[in-house]
């Protein structure tokens, strides 16, 4: 079973030695090692967060001189290497760190470099320094190798070349266990696909973790100290920031900061805000921590980093390969990997249709002919030359979009898929694309895959002036998207009139959901339109009796087949006014003037749970005499029962409704849930005396932002609660509260 290692052992178990085969000595030529850009001099770096291992081999003894070290993209594995070059060089033994990028590689690349490094030595008896662990080898870079399908093809010769060179001077020596690692690949995991590293059968085999959270603040921490020494005075406030954007609703959300490219593109965000800025570090900091709503602030730090990311990948791209005839050619803009990335999350949106990597193709294709059109020097070439450089662009553009570290590529039934590396990058770029789709972008997009409130908050970050306007049919998936901040339990969706904007202001409330600025939604009307089989829960709209309207409905195209389902819904307003084949209510409020209910409306269940409160005046809603006659049951929703008994039983099973486990032995509510829905708040007259009397015995008390529900004391008198739909008396005490609330 694999275990994480830290990185001291892998130092020792690297930094073996011996004389075994031969005490010649190599001797290097530096300026040969300058000219092609292999670093020999090692330098100590400034600070260094090690990561955590999980090897599958022991690298003591084993059946190979090769170690392949493998990452997910930006995880640091330049960084590592380089950190292992520092450690690893010595008088006695000669470490190599060879970065790939612009490297001829080929079949013969390998032992042509080293032969020219160490011009006075024959190969064999580099091999055999490489045998003795005397010199060490560390390639790196393979991000910034062109993945071409001929590149792909040369580097599988330099593996072949490499495994062969070991296999026939080990044979000689009759050695088939090995105590020193020769050589170090260091790549993309993704590169395993393209089985570039076949020929090393029998290697070690280590891949990098990702940070843990006392790892990223560590590494967050050394990386500020390093660019800013000014900065590091304020290291604790830059880390409190860190920690409002890190500290996410589950495993997935924070595992974004596990990379060391976000970590350090999110110090440069910091950095950069500093440096742009005129106030003191002190002033920028507080700014950036008291500014706007958490929820705001937060969008704006991961943007930042998203941002960064991409100006990064610009410089790893291959650009020298079209530059020699096309002198100004940038061929991976963070435009670029925008247009890339907003496709794929379209077609997330188009359920279907081609695969996902002919499709990146498809659109590769796009980008590289409006790109390379652009261009003079392109359209003066001659029509074979211009269709190779044509290829061999859309090849790297579709390969890079592969190996992008937003990206994550995986085998689906034999073939290369994609996704989203995390769900914050997925919210973010299927926001985008929805935003871009306006009035065509659709009602239902689950089919998108997985979804986190960061996919509201950014849609919403877009909107000018934070405004739905025309985008009114996106706030039922606004809606749904908020809930997902605390997976629902005690999220609310508050909608409110202001009178003198003239306009609906929009927000999420809850105990464990960061605060956020509200949006608008213009016009009296609310329109809330829901997909078919959409169910709309836990939304508090409070409107004016006067003048405004709520429409609850479905496609046009669909009134006649969608079903539609309301929970925990509470709606104050002149007009509710809803349309749909089939209806279902669970806890459903309406205060209002009028109740409408289409004439397609086929079938209602759950009326019983559906309550009018009176308005101010004591009205209740009036419902049409056509609706009456199909479901006699609506005259019953505004009356109060005949039966005092059973209006006690009604009102304590909505007082006690919301009630749960939270993580604790006792049941409980949060206080604002409660009294937005237990007490209407306030409206519901008959459940506020109940409440009284109940607190008057100690069955409800408040702790803190709770309300607790004594269980002991409510079985006491013979009530015994589990849910709303799960109560049940024995013996007369309960008859005691409830004498006290029908006296009251």
């Known amino acids: 079973m694999s275990s994480t290692t830290p990185v001291e052992p892998l130092i020792l178990q690297l930094s073996s030695i011996a004389f075994e085969i031969s005490n010649r000595p190599l001797v290097l030529k530096a300026s040969v090692c300058a000219a092609q850009g292999v670093v020999t001099e090692a330098v100590e770096p400034e600070f260094y967060i090690p990561p955590d291992f999980t090897p599958s081999t022991d690298l003591e003894v084993g059946p190979s001189n090769v170690l392949l070290i493998s990452a997910p993209a930006a995880v640091g594995k330049s960084t590592l290497a380089r950190y292992l070059h520092y450690r690893l060089a010595s008088n006695k033994k000669i470490v190599l760190y060879i970065p790939l990028a612009d490297q001829p590689i080929g079949g013969n690349f390998f032992s042509g470099l080293l032969g020219s490094i160490f011009p006075g030595n024959t190969q064999e008896e580099i091999i055999d320094a490489m045998l003795d662990g005397r010199l060490l080898v560390l390639l790196d870079g393979y991000d910034e190798v062109s993945m071409s399908p001929e590149q792909i093809g040369k580097n599988k010769l330099m593996a072949e070349e490499i495994a062969g060179l070991f296999a026939?001077?080990?044979?000689?020596?009759?050695?088939?266990?090995?105590?020193?690692?020769?050589?170090?690949?260091?790549?993309?995991?993704?590169?395993?696909?393209?089985?570039?590293?076949?020929?090393?059968?029998?290697?070690?085999?280590?891949?990098?973790?990702?940070?843990?959270?006392?790892?990223?603040?560590?590494?967050?921490?050394?990386?500020l100290r390093r660019r800013n020494v000014e900065v590091a005075k304020f290291v604790p406030q830059v880390l409190e920031i860190f920690s409002q954007a890190a500290l996410l609703d589950d495993a997935e959300t924070r595992a974004f900061f596990g990379h060391a490219i976000v970590l350090s593109a999110f110090g440069d965000y910091i950095l950069e805000a500093l440096e742009s800025s005129d106030s003191s570090v002190f002033g920028v900091l507080s700014g950036m921590l008291g500014g706007g709503s958490a929820a705001s602030r937060t969008v704006e730090v991961l943007l930042g980093v998203i941002k960064r990311i991409l100006s990064r990948e610009q410089t790893k791209f291959p650009n020298s390969r079209f530059?020699?005839?096309?002198?100004?050619?940038?061929?991976?803009?963070?435009?670029?990997?925008?247009?890339?990335?907003?496709?794929?999350?379209?077609?997330?949106?188009?359920?279907?249709?081609?695969?996902?990597?002919?499709?990146?193709?498809?659109?590769?294709?796009?980008?590289?002919t409006a790109t390379l059109d652009s261009f003079d020097e392109f359209q003066a070439l001659d029509t074979e030359e211009r269709r190779r450089i044509y290829d061999d662009y859309v090849d790297e553009l579709a390969n890079r979009f592969e190996h992008h570290p937003l990206i994550d590529t995986f085998i689906r039934n034999g073939a290369n898929d994609y996704r989203f590396r995390?769900?914050?990058?997925?919210?973010?770029?299927?926001?985008?694309?929805?935003?871009?789709?306006?009035?065509?972008?659709?009602?239902?997009?689950?089919?998108?895959?997985?979804?986190?409130?960061y996919l509201a908050h950014f849609f919403l970050a877009l909107l000018p002036n934070r405004t739905l306007g025309r985008y009114s049919r996106m706030l039922f998936n606004i809606v749904q998207s908020l809930a997902l901040s605390s997976n629902g339990d005690d999220c609310d969706f508050i909608v409110d009139w202001c009178t003198e904007e003239k306009v609906w202001k929009a927000r999420a409330e809850g105990q464990n959901i960061s605060s956020m600025d509200p949006f608008v939604i213009q016009g009296e009307v609310l329109e809330i339109q829901l997909p078919d089989s959409g169910t709309l829960q836990n939304v508090i709209v409070e409107g004016n009796s006067d003048c405004t309207s709520v429409l609850i409905f479905v496609p046009p195209e669909q009134q006649f087949?969608?079903?539609?389902?309301?929970?925990?819904?509470?709606?104050?307003?002149?007009?509710?006014?809803?349309?749909?084949?089939?209806?279902?209510?669970?806890?459903?409020?309406?205060?209002?003037?009028?109740?409408?209910?289409?004439?397609?409306?086929?079938?209602?269940?759950?009326?019983?749970?559906?309550?009018?409160?009176?308005?101010?005046?004591?009205?209740?809603?009036?419902?049409?005499?056509?609706?009456?006659?199909?479901w006699p049951k609506f005259e019953d929703c505004g009356q109060p029962r005949s039966d005092a008994l059973d209006e006690f039983k009604s009102k304590l099973r909505k007082v006690l409704g919301i009630f749960r486990r939270h993580g604790r032995n006792e049941y409980a509510a949060y206080h604002k849930r409660y009294e937005n829905y237990s007490l209407s708040k306030g409206k519901d007259v008959t459940a506020v005396k109940l409440d009284g009397v109940l607190r008057m015995h100690g069955i409800l008390r408040k702790g803190g932002a709770m309300i607790v529900l004594e269980q002991s004391k409510l079985e006491s008198l013979g009530v015994f609660y589990k849910s709303q739909n799960d109560i049940h008396y024995a013996g007369d005490g309960w008859r005691s509260i409830f004498d006290e609330w029908k006296g009251a």
């Open 422 to 453: 995390n769900v914050i990058y997925h919210d973010y770029y299927l926001a985008r694309q929805l935003y871009s789709m306006g009035d065509n972008a659709p009602l239902d997009f689950r089919g998108a895959g997985p979804s986190s409130f």
């Open 323 to 368: 530059k020699t005839q096309i002198p100004g050619f940038e061929g991976y803009t963070s435009e670029i990997q925008e247009d890339l990335l907003c496709e794929f999350a379209r077609l997330g949106l188009s359920r279907g249709g081609i695969p996902n990597r002919t499709a990146i193709q498809i659109r590769a294709g796009k980008i590289a």
């Open 561 to 630: 087949s969608a079903q539609i389902s309301l929970h925990n819904i509470t709606l104050h307003c002149d007009v509710v006014e809803m349309r749909a084949w089939e209806l279902e209510f669970e806890r459903v409020e309406i205060s209002a003037n009028e109740l409408s209910i289409a004439d397609q409306v086929h079938k209602i269940r759950g009326i019983d749970d559906l309550e009018f409160i009176p308005l101010k005046d004591g009205k209740i809603p009036q419902v049409s005499r056509s609706i009456l006659k199909r």
């Open 168 to 223: 026939r001077r080990n044979a000689e020596l009759g050695r088939t266990r090995f105590s020193y690692v020769s050589i170090v690949f260091l790549f993309r995991s993704v590169f395993d696909q393209f089985r570039i590293f076949d020929p090393f059968v029998l290697a070690h085999k280590i891949s990098i973790s990702f940070f843990d959270e006392k790892q990223q603040k560590a590494f967050l921490s050394g990386y």
